[in-house]
């Protein structure tokens, strides 16, 4: 009882002393200003830098925080994600929003094993979805997430991550599921999750620990949701529809918790300089060559 109390009382103390450090920062802030108050005009900043980032890196942010250039990369890729949804729904009958089948496995954007040779479709299978909960879940979760993300880190990183997690999903599946095909952007989705609960995890007392229980429930329940409908897709549709590769999903994970982890936990660093980067890089390499040398000499799809 006396232990937790005292942890308790630790835990009060590391609140309060969070509490009169953001006040005092805040009122450094308005005298370096003029006497006016630059956090009215950032509330949305100070909000994003709660929840991206550690505490030793907000002020940081909030000094430079804009919104220039907008997150641009993440609301480009769902539009054209629901533009490419759109088109193959009203393709097909109505019946079809729910599960699109037919339209999709026609599409010259999805990953085929038949036609791995054309290898835009290792990253345009991102722009194609399932069915209506499918494309809703990936663009809920990489808008609420992305957005922050890209305000914070800016376009390049988080499309970095982004796309490595697209690129190792679809080497993935053509690897651990090679006779299936993919759909869907849930690679480049798992990839900013993956980094971002990394952060959380390193950074959690830093991090407002009850917002970071909040957050990491909030993750594993939408992971725990997406996976249940890909395990569907894959192992439990009817017999009229098609199986669909879910090993993006894992392969994205993975590539947010190596690649992600360490573009995010570099926000007020040179990336290029950071050598646990170009480690995770060279992991990365190691692995894509390993996928092309499979897909082209030892997969069972040859």
Known sequence: MAAAHDLEMEDMNLNMDRAMKEELEEEKMREDGGGKDPFKNKKVHRIVSKWMLPEKARRTYLERANCLPPPVFVISISLAELAVFIYYAVWKPQNQWI?????????????????????????????????????????????????PLEMVHKG??????YLAGVTAGSLASSIFDPLRSLVGASGGVYALMGGYFMNVLVNFREMIPAFGIVRLLIIILIIGSDMGFALYRRFFVPASGSPVSFAAHIAGGFAGMSIGYTVFSCFDKALLKDPRFWIAIAAYLACVLFAVFFNIFLSPAN
């Open 156 to 161: 390049l990183r988080v499309g970095l991550v």
């Open 99 to 147: 599960t699109l089948d037919t339209g999709i496995l026609e599409s010259p954007f999805i990953y085929s094993p038949e036609k791995r040779e054309e290898a835009w479709r290792f990253i345009s299978y991102m722009l194609v979805h399932a069915g209506v909960q499918h494309i809703l879940g990936n663009l809920i979760m990489q808008l609420v997430l992305g957005i």
